[in-house]
Nanobody, 123 residues
Framework: QVQLAESGGDSVQTGGSLRLSCLAT????????VAWFRQAPGKEREGVAS???????KYANSVKVQFTISRDHAKNSVFLQMNSIEVDDTAMYCC?????????????????WGQGPQVTVSS
């Protein structure tokens, strides 16, 4: 079993930056891929960014310029650096993991989910 705990959510102004962290504990292996998802009020959950075991990454088109995903295997942590944040980035963000090495933004493939921090962006 894998447990995921996110941190770093906050309220920021348009144009600001945030760094979200996802810490994995339990039966974690470096071969896992980890993805960040978000869900805004009234909208479906969407995959934002994913990173594979070899640090290869995949992004949603809407964020590939703004966001950067990275990981530290030694710390079992994955990070989402969010720059030039916009009001439309307001959402509940959560990380998810699966025991396969390739980055994946299909939520049907993700086995373990965190609870997610809230990110609120004001103009």
């Amino acid at each position: 079993q894998v447990q995921l705990a996110e941190s770093g959510g906050d309220s920021v102004q348009t144009g600001g930056s945030l760094r979200l962290s996802c810490l994995a504990t339990g039966s974690v292996a470096s071969g896992y891929s980890v993805a960040w998802f978000r869900q805004a009020p009234g909208k479906e959950r969407e995959g934002v960014a994913s990173i594979g075991s070899e640090r290869n990454s995949k992004y949603a088109n809407s964020v590939k310029v703004q966001f950067t995903i990275s990981r530290d295997h030694a710390k079992n942590s994955v990070f989402l650096q969010m720059n030039s944040i916009e009001v439309d980035d307001t959402a509940m963000y959560c990380c998810a993991a699966e025991p396969y090495g390739k980055p994946d933004l299909d939520e049907r493939d993700l086995l373990y989910w965190g609870q997610g921090p809230q990110v609120t962006v004001s103009s």
